[in-house]
T-cell receptor, first 116, second 111 residues
């Protein structure tokens, strides 16, 4: 999985609780992404980062926040989890440190989150 | 949990056949395209990419064709094997360094 790990791999949580998912890379890639994958919707971008402390919203960012304090780590936080956030979450990385063009994205193994 | 493969269009082929998976993309300004393979329970895996200044690119057993006139992308897999069974997604860049993904096609290969 191109030097990408996600933790936890599985989590069950209750509605209203905060949840943080972690993505860690060892590739020194510039860009990091969080997606969710749901049947009938495919992969949808939640947030992405183009450098340390530089992040931007994706298509489905409501209810999620992110932080990137180090090149290798990108955290996704659900401030107050809802049942609609039950999904499989994938992290992806892309691009060398000084990337100025589009590059392929490499995906982690995913985190299956269930909100009850 | 429900599989990502449910409700997807499905292509069923025999082992050894050639497979063609099609994708219509939405943005005429997109200039970078990728095909991914996703096996059950795993993350998407990069297969091959193509930039808009090309209309064909070949890899190992795979070929991607790009027709910008009709905004169509296809993935050809030669001599399909049971291990090729998976969901295949196309993706196009929608902005600098971001991609949007198609909903996917499930490829089923029978021995």
């Amino acid at each position: 999985d191109a030097g990408i790990t996600q933790s936890p791999r599985h989590k069950v949580t209750e509605t209203g609780t905060p949840v943080t998912l972690r993505c860690h890379q060892t590739e020194n890639h510039r860009y990091m992404y969080w997606y969710r994958q749901d049947p009938g919707h495919g992969l949808r971008l939640i947030h992405y980062s183009y450098g340390v402390k530089d992040t931007d919203k994706g298509e489905v960012s409501d209810g999620y926040s992110v932080s990137r304090s180090k090149t290798e780590d990108f955290l996704l936080t659900l401030e107050s989890a809802t049942s609609s956030q039950t999904s499989v979450y994938f992290c992806a990385i892309s691009g060398p440190p000084l990337a100025t063009a589009n590059y392929e994205q490499y995906f982690g193994p995913g985190t299956r989150l269930t909100v009850t | 949990g429900e599989s990502v493969g449910l409700h997807l269009p499905t292509l069923s082929v025999q082992e050894g056949d050639n497979s063609i998976i099609n994708c219509a993309y939405s943005n005429s300004a997109s200039d970078y395209f990728i095909w991914y393979k996703q096996e059950s329970g795993k993350g998407p895996q990069f297969i091959i990419d193509i930039r808009s200044n090309m209309d064909k690119r070949q890899g190992q057993r795979v070929t991607v064709l790009l027709n910008k006139t009709v905004k169509h992308l296809s993935l050809q897999i030669a001599a399909t094997q049971p291990g090729d069974s998976a969901v295949y997604f196309c993706a196009e860049n929608i902005g600098y360094s971001t991609l949007t993904f198609g909903k996917g096609t499930m490829l089923l290969v029978s021995p």
